[in-house]
Each structure stands twice: as structure tokens, then as C-alpha cells.
């Protein structure tokens, strides 16, 4: 059973800056591709950064797409970040770490098998 523990959420001002981090545990392989979700109060899940078990390959949300930089631990792989920048107050939301073993999730909730408990972000204006 795979376990993420998010860390690293907070209250800042606009323009400021975070970074969260994602550690997984109770896996042996290290070929889980890994996801950052995000989710606003009355609103879905959103998928918002992913990357690949090696960390050689991204993908990234339009919205956050220049602000925002998804990474892996180099030598464990089993920590993500998320480097977040310029943040604005429309990216106010819990945020979620997602892993799914051996295939490419990419920003799509639904091929996420494993969640975090979530870590809040609030920017105000």
C-alpha cells in the first residue's frame, strides 16, 4: 500500500511563494509516475503538474504553466515537489499528491490510485 504525506501549504500574499512537498512510502518499485491535484471549495479536482518516475518528463495546467515547477528528489525519487511562484489568489485550494504505478496519469484524476491527505494553500490579495 502506497502512502503520500503532503507538506509544505500555508497562507501567503499574492506574488508570493511556496513549495510543497510529497513524500511516498510502503513501495518497493520506483516506477510510480506522480501528480500535484489541486481542489477549490465547490469546484472538481484539478489536475495541475505531473512527472514521470525518472522525473525527465512534465506536463502542467495552462493556469499555472511559468509559475509553477513539478521536481523529484534525485537520488530517492520518492519525494515530489512543487515550486510555486507568483502565486495568485485564484490558486486558493487543498492540494493533493498523486501516484499510480507504471502508467502515465498525466493531469487526468481518474488514473491516480493513491492520494495524499491533502495540504492547504491560501494567497490573498
Known amino acids: 500500500q502506497v502512502q503520500l504525506v503532503e507538506s509544505g501549504g500555508g497562507s501567503v500574499q499574492a506574488g508570493g511563494s511556496l513549495r510543497l512537498s510529497c513524500v511516498a512510502s510502503g513501495y518497493t518499485s520506483r516506477d510510480y509516475y506522480m501528480a500535484w491535484f489541486r481542489q477549490a471549495p465547490g469546484k472538481e479536482r484539478e489536475g495541475v503538474a505531473a512527472?514521470?518516475?525518472?522525473?525527465?518528463?512534465?506536463?502542467y495546467a495552462d493556469s499555472v504553466k511559468g509559475r509553477f515547477t513539478i521536481s523529484k528528489d534525485n537520488a530517492a525519487k520518492n519525494t515530489m515537489y512543487l515550486q510555486m511562484n507568483s502565486l495568485k489568489p485564484e490558486d486558493t485550494a487543498m492540494y493533493y499528491c498523486a501516484a499510480v504505478v507504471r502508467v502515465w496519469g498525466g493531469l487526468d484524476r481518474d488514473s491516480y490510485d493513491y492520494w495524499g491527505q491533502g495540504t492547504q494553500v491560501t494567497v490573498s490579495s
Open positions: 512527472i514521470n518516475f525518472g522525473g525527465t518528463t512534465t506536463t
